[in-house]
């Protein structure tokens, strides 16, 4: 079992920076798919980026250019990076881990096998 551990969440205000950590434990996951979904309130849980194991990134359009994600896997953790926030970006930061290859990224969050418990995000305007 792998389990995961965000940090970094708070409130700041729009144009802001934060950087959310997500520090897993159990198995070490340099082999992983690592990721970020969001969930704002009376919404889905909607996908935000994905690091393969070989470094690849990908990321929902509405983050390109002020999303970065990453990895350490010295230190088991991944990494997002957020710039530019805006009220929108608004929710409830959950990563997750996943063991399988994954030729397509899927934006289904009940596709993926480890979840952290989330940290809270909030921009004001």
């Known amino acids: 079992q792998v389990q995961l551990v965000e940090s970094g969440g708070g409130l700041v205000q729009a144009g802001d920076s934060l950087r959310l950590s997500c520090a897993a434990s159990?198995?070490?996951?340099?082999?992983?798919?690592l990721g970020w979904f969001r969930q704002a309130p009376g919404k889905e849980r909607e996908f935000v980026a994905a690091?393969?194991?070989?470094?690849?990134?990908h990321y929902t359009d509405s983050v390109k250019g002020r999303f970065a994600i990453s990895r350490d896997n010295a230190k088991n953790t991944t990494y997002l990076q957020m710039n530019s926030l805006k009220p929108e970006d608004t929710a409830v930061y959950y990563c997750?881990?996943?063991?399988?290859?994954?030729?397509?990224?899927?934006?289904?969050?009940?596709?993926?096998?480890?979840w952290g418990q989330g940290t809270q995000v909030t921009v004001s305007s």
């Open positions: 159990g198995r070490t996951v340099s082999s992983y798919l």
């Open positions: 997750f881990a996943d063991t399988r290859y994954w030729s397509t990224i899927s934006f289904n969050p009940r596709a993926y096998e480890y």
């Open positions: 690091v393969r194991s070989n470094g690849f990134t």
